[in-house]
């Protein structure tokens, strides 16, 4: 399995968000990496890749042409978590995950329950268990959807900003899990994410945008250079591959100031 996107375009109203994004691609088993500055186009990306906003092109996950298939079928394979997360109806945190994995609250399986609360251990929410949505922090709440993401175990996971609320701690446990969540079942995780240097720890693989086109695609020592940060981010950069210790990637300088 693997997913290609080739000449994808996306327009909103007027304006052209994705004016060409092409040649990427994301394998089975790898977390990916989708970065790029502010209004680079990923979560435009994203949302055309699962059917949110309408695409033109080429985005194949197997020989399935996700363009072709409808809302309903794509929701067979792929689940995609946005970055703004919506209003929740009256539920307790063990009863929103319960339901994300279609499972009738009041007629769950001993299996269902399981699955459930390893889930919810998993991500350090046992304790929050019975606590409605509504009384959550940001970062509590941000875990719950991203165990509602996973729960329901599509074969294409989309991702937009999903450790943008969460501090220290949860950014790594979270990324380390979803590393270790699509090797272990052969998953296609696909991430926007702002932060390099943990993009860089985790994720196997990287799409790069800039004004909506494709910078590059590859492995991170291929993708994360001096010359590719200066180009997208205008920014001068020391990048470091140390062995057995994680990635470093240091900010020097921008190379233009604001106003000028």
Known sequence: MSLRIERLTCRIGRTEILPGVTGLHARPGELTALIGPNGAGKSTLLKAIAGIERAEGEATLDTHSLIALSLEARAERLYYLPQELGS???????????????????????????????????????????????????????????AQAVIREPRLLLLDEPTSALDLHHQLQVLDWLERLAAERDMIVVIAIH????????????WVLKEGRTVACGEPTEVLTQACLRDVYAIEARVEWPANEPPRITPLAATRRLGG
């Not at 001993?110 to 998993?122: E, G, I, K, P």
């Not at 932060?195 to 990287?206: G, I, K, M, P």
């Open 88 to 146: 929740q109806a009256v539920l307790s945190v063990f009863e929103a995950v319960l339901l994300a994995r279609r499972t009738r609250v009041h007629e769950p399986s001993s299996a269902a329950l399981v699955q459930v609360r390893d889930m919810l251990r998993t991500l350090e929410l046992e304790p929050l268990a019975e606590r409605e949505l509504a009384k959550l922090s940001g970062g509590q709440r941000q875990r719950v959807a991203i």
């Open 195 to 206: 932060d390099l240097s943990l993009a860089a720890r985790f994720a196997r693989h990287f």
